[in-house]
């Protein structure tokens, strides 16, 4: 399995910005998608994360109601959409795959394989 992740950048307090997971290689049942984030002399951080087959969704505290991660089966694709961003909310976030029937998987040693990372930066 490949990840690419995509859409970063900067923004100012407030507002908003979308990033892309492309996934390819083979398929399997069972899969989540989850986003991290890792900013500079911190731990990797549980964002989100989405189930392949029924789009359930969990959130991590500090983006619940402001961050909505969602897929489309068809491009394969994982989105995060990033609302009322916070000076906080700046770091490389990363997408991640694992396979297992849970409901809620938040440590990133869980997950099998990531992508490459993409910079959010929040600032005025």
């Known amino acids: 399995v490949q990840l690419q992740a995509s859409g970063g950048g900067s923004v100012q307090p407030g507002g908003s910005l979308r990033l892309s997971c492309a996934a390819s290689g083979r398929t399997y049942s069972n899969v989540i998608m989850g986003w991290f984030r890792q900013a500079p002399r911190k731990e990797r951080e549980f964002v989100a994360h989405i189930t392949w087959s029924d789009a359930s969704t969990y959130y991590g505290a500090s983006v619940k109601g402001r961050f909505t991660i969602s897929r489309d089966k068809a491009k394969n694709t994982v989105y995060l959409q990033m609302n009322s961003l916070k000076p906080e909310d700046t770091a490389v976030y990363y997408c991640?795959?694992?396979?297992?029937?849970?409901?809620?998987?938040?440590?990133?040693?869980?997950?099998?394989?990531w992508g490459q990372g993409t910079q959010v930066t929040v600032s005025s």
């Open positions: 991640a795959y694992t396979r297992g029937s849970y409901t809620v998987v938040t440590n990133p040693d869980e997950y099998d394989y």
